[in-house]
């Protein structure tokens, strides 16, 4: 494989609105995105206010630890914006006013009609001495690239506007081309997703820890409502060598917990996937909710592909049939008799009931000894399964959801309980 410079970089945001919610900053996401296109390497982001000092505390630590730092916002002519001072002071490098720059303003504000340019703008020509300056052709603010003094590491601030657009225009023209000599012109990082059902946070960490300590790809876990997703990066010299590298890891983590990973597309619902698995299998479904509520029937019908149509039914539990059943202390004989009765009642060809003994007021965490019994019936098989939990709060709704969709999910694929 052909080698790539490694590259670290830190991310920095300047503006107190951003800390004050007044405005989400978006740049940081995109940014970070472009860099991982690259192969660079980001590793902090850290969004500070519009103040010198706790600036530049910030760009210090940030050029002891990171070969460039990248710094968005605070470039333009009113009191707060203090970034280029901030810089400055951070690297060792004072400002200086630059003639072309100064020239540059004044024109662009004849063009647009302005009589005369108020003297406050010239701060957009203050920039730190040798830095490498940044044009910004949509906006008036120029970037730079100053070179650190101070620290002894050769690191490197890139500055460029808050305003997403010109930020952009930068980052696409100067900035991505400037980084990608720095890593020889070579280097990708790529990810991948695998999204997980039926398996909790904790316990996919027990299961996958060996596979922790690797240092490319690296793996990591992200919790959501009710699943888990596994998430792999891998830094190569091509796109090819990255994917070839994330193949390996996930055939390693396949055969750890591979009945448990449902998707490889991120953000992909499992619900999604259900549906899909439904219309290939030529399957309909009748559900009994007595825990969520109709909120998995509700799912599974937004996860349906208007072009591929399933049968998907919400059962009457006022239903003679299945009144007797649920009159019965819930148990998983009681599941069982359900899902053959939801088949049978309601001509379809997966029956799938969710009963429970939780109290209304029940939740995932109040561990007042209720407990759910999902069963779920198939032409050639029938499945219970007991959790130890009740109640109707989201949280144990997402869980339990997610857990019934995944023994259905299982029986459709032939997968062992």
Known sequence: MTE???????????GTEILLGDIVDTNAAWIAQQLREIGVNLYYKTTVGDNEPRLRGVLETALTRSDVVLITGGLGPTADDITRDAI???TGCPLERHTDIEDNLRERFSRWGYQRMSENNLRQAQIPESATILENPVGTAPGFISYDRRHGRDGKVIAMPGVPREMKRMMADLVLPFLQELTGGVGIIRRRILRTVGIGESSLDAELGHLMDSTNPTMGLAAHLGQ?????AARAASAEEA???LDTMEEKVRAVIGSYI???TPDEAVESVLARLLHEADASVALLETV???????RLNKGVNPENPVRILHADAEASALRTLLDKPPAGEVAHELALQLRMECNVSHGLAVITSGKPDETFHSNQGGETWIGCAGPDRTEVARFPFGGADRLTSAWVGNRAMDLLRRILLDLEI
């Open 4 to 14: 790539a410079k490694t590259v670290s970089a830190e991310l920095v945001t300047s």
């Open 88 to 90: 400055a002071n951070a």
């Open 228 to 232: 888990a997703d596994v998430r792999i």
């Open 243 to 245: 994917e070839e590298l």
């Open 262 to 264: 449902y998707s490889t």
């Open 292 to 298: 969520t509520g109709g909120t998995i029937a509700d």
